[in-house]
């Protein structure tokens, strides 16, 4: 690397393990931002000499990553941003921290995948799905597809591993040279019943999904999720054991190996290696206080209120909901989601903008609990599994409430 890189790579190092030591968090965000201001040009320094693939899309990617660089380790060690800093500073931080590896799987911001690829000149781009999130800030889902495929474009080398149950993916990925598609369902469709193509309505039958006035349809995939398992292109079927629950997290996997397949690593290789992963960044982790055996979901935009209804038990479930900066400040997307699962089952609700959600539950005829603390809503239910499924900043308070105790 050049001198300027060196020193700028060894400050945003140095800065991430002083902001660590100070317990503000993983210091990555700070780290790579230091190192971008001193050399702009850090992140396609650090990548440089690297086979790297880029996670993007609106759900699910974190744990893609955490999933797909499992799988590329059968090969060598592999830098990633493993705790959800999916900006370039997050980027530049963790191939700074990583060191000289082969490797690397970095998740990406869908608004930043553009930049991303540009700086990182990756082997293989995944593109999970796309939905609405984040409603006063993000995109409508149909210029991100757009803009994906803009991108792609530019970069007609890079083989691209997409997704064939999400039109707006396809649509986004159709240009490309080199292309591989999976299917893993796709239970949110809310945002792909119009052509992005030609505007004409989109229909769906079983698996398949087509559009009515253009040649716009589903893809063959390559790699399908079958009950517990991914059959492979060869057509071998591969059992997927993880600790992670959920239809939805069978497809993060299949989609891990589909990624790792670009790098030459082989199914049969690759599986036993993604049951080693478990919580990610608090996701999915189990705490047992006040004999409550509890899990915490995490779930952000109304795609992932439906995974994670499907994920979690038939039991005493709390809700939790915050409207900060990182959540984006706009709550009327619980207009968007379906309770109805919820029926039935004890419902708790608590966050700064619980009394949203209460309004919702109430149209949504759910009755509900409101408690304020979340030691509160441990002494309301039975011992036995309580099920927490909360958006980001409200997850991060009850992760925080929870360490204090722990
Ligand atoms: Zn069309």
Known sequence: MPLRAKVASSVSRTAAALSRAAGRGDGSVIGGWLGLKIDPELLAHLAAGRTIALVSGTNGKTTTTRLA?????????????????????????????????????????????????????????????LSRDQLDRAKEVAMMAQGWQTTLAKHPDVHVVANADDPMVVWAAIGSAHTTWFSAGQRWHDDSWVCPECGSPIERAEDQWWCTGCTLRRPQPHWVVEDDGVVDPTGAWHKIVLQLPGRVNIGNAATALA?????????TDAVSRLGGVASIAGRYAQVVRDGRGIRLLLAKNPASWLEAFDMADHAPTLLSINARDPDGLDTSWLFDVD???????????????????AVRLDINDVPFQHVRTFSQAIAAVPPGRLEVIANYTAFQDIRAELDRVN
């Not at 060690?77 to 082969?102: C, E, I, R, W, Y």
């Not at 309770?339 to 959600?357: C, E, H, M, N, W």
């Open 69 to 129: 660089a499992a799988a590329v380790g059968v090969l060598g060690p592999v830098a990633t941003n493993s705790f959800g800093a999916n900006m370039p500073t997050g980027h530049t931080s963790a191939l700074a921290k990583a060191g000289h590896t082969p490797y690397a799987v970095l998740e990406v911001d869908e608004h930043y995948l553009a930049q991303v690829l540009d700086a990182t000149e990756p082997r293989v781009v995944a593109l999970l799905n």
């Open 339 to 357: 309770f109805a699962p919820l029926r039935g089952r004890q419902v708790l609700i608590t966050g700064d903008r619980a009394y949203d959600l």
């Open 259 to 267: 990624v790792a397949a670009q790098f030459g690593v082989r199914p």
